[in-house]
């Protein structure tokens, strides 16, 4: 069935009965209403044309010009033989001016016309003479008072006798309301389309709980009374070549088994887990506790052709209201309490209370210093692709953990950790020693990009350090970006300006990582001499399906651009995306689609271990 | 001033009776037409139903001269109009059929003329309104100078638009799922 199967039998004359129905009805309540009128002596006829309109004599101009009075429309008419242009009064007052105060002219018309839309309008009219055939357009004028109206106008051309075009009238509505509320329509509907919905709450690799949102329900938990906390850390017990993120799911699926329904699981860090017991006593929560541990011990787990069983251990804190600690806090005291466990050749550890503040500093603090000085670190590097030359050109540093059995882990969680206790400049000077020997010991073209933490700008001798470092490497200054982040700045502005402005005299650069997110703020842009922006990897993960994350991208690198800062993005995980990027303008990309980190030469573990590692702890 | 004569209607109640008798018929038979008319243009069945009966109303009051006319209708029609977009001008309203009632459903084939016009009112009101009110009237038989009259537009806008305001109908059936 199409449109002229509808229309043929849309126009059989012959009403339905229930059309005779509503007709029949209809004019029962009309004969009525007129009744009731005649009989209150009302009006009925009021300002109607009682002429009829099929057979009044007059001519196109007046009669459009009729109807225009009628519907309280204004009308411009304009006559070709003479040139003529007139207005009525109610045209005038859409123009904001007084009937009779301005004599109708082209040039009076168009003054009064926007000058943005002065050749819309004029256009208008021309294609409507010129084709002989009515147009349309909505422009807006500006009034004597200087305030400003959306009007429309319905342009058309008349004709007299065989059809002779003589002239042009306009007829003219204020449609101010109607436009706007188009205009709110149409951001409406651009909004629904922008605006994005909620970010994954479920870690990809086991489907529980990301970190982030794990650790958001301990802190709803933790201000809405008691319970325990339960993290659950596992060691795989079985050939190394094993899919660990496989086994990292199965573990997930089995712990969610054990705990009682109602218990919130969540990823902690890489082979934790945490199970958050709330409104459960310390007696059940520990009874609890050591039943997943101890099935965990008991169960084997299947991955492709590989039966793995797992080590495990727990540790259980306790929380009340208000008792002081933060979600992070509780974290730290069960992760400590299963390190407890482990020393100690329990299965479990449980503390009744959270650890005081700064016994859980201490403890952090020497966690991070024996890492430190234990060589507990291996470093990777990231391929950066130059779009200009479309060649890696550039690597970046990053840091990896490593855990008790020797393995890189992602580096998240313990350097949440590190920071909280002030332990990043150790850490960053650590980083520092062996980049600048790596950098040495590397071609001399190759560029690095290096990461600084917040707390190490605020250290007045870091750049005394820098320098020598690079003397005693002999590496050259123009090799080495620093990146450092937004919350950096924000921690002593004078101090990180101090150290920006001295290393970029050394020769070296200067990038601004994440930016985009957190406490990102154009001004530092003004402010500080940076010369690479890193565009936060959350606008790029998903740009090929959001618009939103398009525009901010497109207009983020103009910006940079006409700034003289180039940029970079990250999580850059397919060619469509490079290309999307390439169009923009982006001048470096890295990502799965470049190439993954990948252990430097000497490092304790192969390179698709950590890509696993990698992914298991994505979005913590 | 008040537009029916009382006296007249005394002194010939025969002739008063067969006023009455005539008008309810046109409006019995027509009143459908001009109730979907200006559907063509307002999206409020409210505010359509209240022109719809004024415009009836005055018609009443008027008939001895209306009935004369060439074609009733077509004053009806536009005395409908004026009264509906006066209503509109008073209330502000959108008249516009805003995204969200757009249905993007395929709609169930018309089974019979009724549901066809209902259809057909739904689609034209997508239209603008100029077009959509050209096209109603033509489809409803009407010549392209009777249009030009009876909406006080210029003949040769009536034919334009015909041509657009049929072609836009043409897609938007074919969106809705209905093509050859």
């Known amino acids: 069935m199409d449109l002229d199967d509808i229309l043929a039998l849309a126009a059989d004359p012959t009403p339905t009965s229930f059309e005779l129905a509503r007709a029949r009805r209809a004019a029962d309540q009309i004969l009525k209403r007129y009744a009731d009128a005649t009989a209150e002596r009302l009006d009925v006829v009021g300002d109607v044309d009682p002429s009829d309109p099929l057979t009044t004599v007059a001519d196109e101009v007046t009669r459009i010009v009729r109807a225009a009075q009628l519907a309280k429309l204004g009308s411009v008419t304009w006559l070709a033989d003479t040139g003529e242009l007139t207005w009525t009064d109610e045209m005038s007052l859409i123009l904001g001016r007084p009937p009779g105060a301005v004599r109708p002219s082209i040039d009076a018309l168009f003054a009064a016309i926007h000058p943005a839309d002065a050749i819309k309008a004029h256009r208008a009219a021309v294609r409507a003479w010129v084709n002989g055939s009515v147009t349309e357009t909505t422009c807006r004028v500006i009034r004597h008072d200087g305030t400003t109206r959306y009007v429309h106008g319905v342009i058309e051309v008349v004709a007299g006798d065989g059809h002779r075009p003589y002239g042009i009238v306009a007829t003219v509505e204020d449609v101010t309301e109607l436009e706007l509320a188009r205009q709110e329509r149409d951001r409406l509907a651009r909004r629904r389309q922008t605006v994005q919905a909620e970010p994954p709450h479920a870690d990809p690799v086991t489907g529980l709980l990301t970190r982030i949102r794990f650790t958001d329900e301990v802190e709803r938990a933790l201000r809405a009374g008691t319970g325990a906390l339960l993290v659950v850390a596992t060691e795989m017990v079985g050939p190394a070549e094993a899919d660990g993120s496989a086994l990292s799911a199965a573990v997930a699926a089995f712990v969610m088994q054990v705990a009682k329904r109602g218990d919130l699981c969540g990823v902690v860090g890489y082979g934790e887990l945490g199970v958050l017991m709330h409104d459960t006593p310390l007696r059940a929560a520990t009874a609890r506790a050591r039943a997943i541990v101890e099935a965990l011990r008991g169960q084997s787990f299947v991955t492709g052709r590989h039966r793995l069983r797992v080590d495990a251990w727990g540790g259980l804190v306790r929380y009340l209201a208000n008792d002081g600690a933060s979600s992070f806090d509780l974290i730290i005291d069960a992760e400590s309490a299963w390190r407890r466990a482990k020393e100690t050749g329990e299965s479990l550890h449980a503390w009744p209370q959270p650890a005081p503040a700064d016994e859980r500093a201490e403890t952090c603090r020497t966690r991070v210093r024996a890492a430190v000085a234990g060589n507990g670190f291996t470093l990777y590097t990231q391929p950066i692709l130059d779009l200009r030359l479309n060649q890696i050109t550039r690597q970046e540093i990053l840091l990896r953990p490593l855990n008790e059995a020797g393995e890189p882990v992602s580096p998240s969680p313990f350097l949440d950790i590190a920071e909280r206790v002030d332990e990043m400049p150790v850490i960053d000077r650590w980083v520092l020693d062996r980049t600048m020997d790596l950098i040495a010991q590397g071609p001399p073209t190759s560029h690095y990009q290096v990461n600084l933490n917040a707390r190490s700008l605020d250290d007045p001798d870091l750049l005394g350090h820098v320098c020598d470092l690079m003397d005693q490497y002999r590496v050259d200054p123009r090799q080495v970006t620093f990146e450092i982040t937004e919350t950096a700045i924000i921690g002593s502005r004078v101090q990180a300006l101090t150290f920006a402005n001295g290393i970029r005299e050394l020769g070296c650069q200067l990038a601004l990582d994440d930016f985009g997110t957190g406490y990102s703020s154009f001004s530092y842009l003004r402010s500080f001499p940076i010369d690479l922006v890193k565009i936060d990897g959350e606008f790029i993960v998903d740009i090929r399906n959001s618009p939103a994350a398009r525009t901010m991208v497109g207009s983020l690198v103009e910006m940079c651009r006409a700034l003289g800062i180039l940029t970079a993005a990250e999580y850059v995980k397919d060619d469509a995306t490079i290309d999307l990027l390439r169009g923009y303008g982006v001048d470096f990309v890295q990502g799965e689609a470049v190439g993954m980190p990948r252990p430097i030469a000497g490092a304790p573990r192969s390179a698709e271990q950590s890509i696993v590692l990698e992914l298991a702890v994505r979005g913590l | ?180």
């Open chain 2, 1 to 180: 001033m008040n537009a029916l004569e009382p006296a007249a209607v005394h002194a010939e109640p025969a002739a008063a009776a067969e006023l009455n008798a005539s008008f309810e018929a046109f409006c019995r038979e027509h009143y459908l037409k001009v109730q979907r008319f200006l559907q063509a243009r307002c999206a409020d069945p409210d505010l359509v139903q209240e022109a719809v009966q004024e415009a009836f109303v005055t018609a009443r009051a008027k008939w001895d001269d209306v009935r004369e006319f060439e074609k009733p209708l077509g004053w009806l029609l536009t005395t409908a109009r004026y009264k509906l977009m006066g209503q509109l001008k008073l209330r502000r309203q959108n008249s516009m059929t805003t995204l969200d009632e757009v249905p993007d459903r395929l709609l169930a084939a018309p089974t019979n003329a009724q549901e066809a016009r209902d259809l057909l009112a739904e689609w034209l009101r997508q239209l603008p309104r100029r077009q959509s009110e050209i096209l109603q009237m033509s489809l409803d038989g009407w010549s392209d100078e009777e249009i030009a009259r009876v909406l006080g537009v210029a003949y040769n806008t009536v034919r334009t638009y015909k041509r657009v305001a049929r072609q836009r109908l043409r897609r938007i059936a074919e969106e809705a799922g209905f093509r050859a």
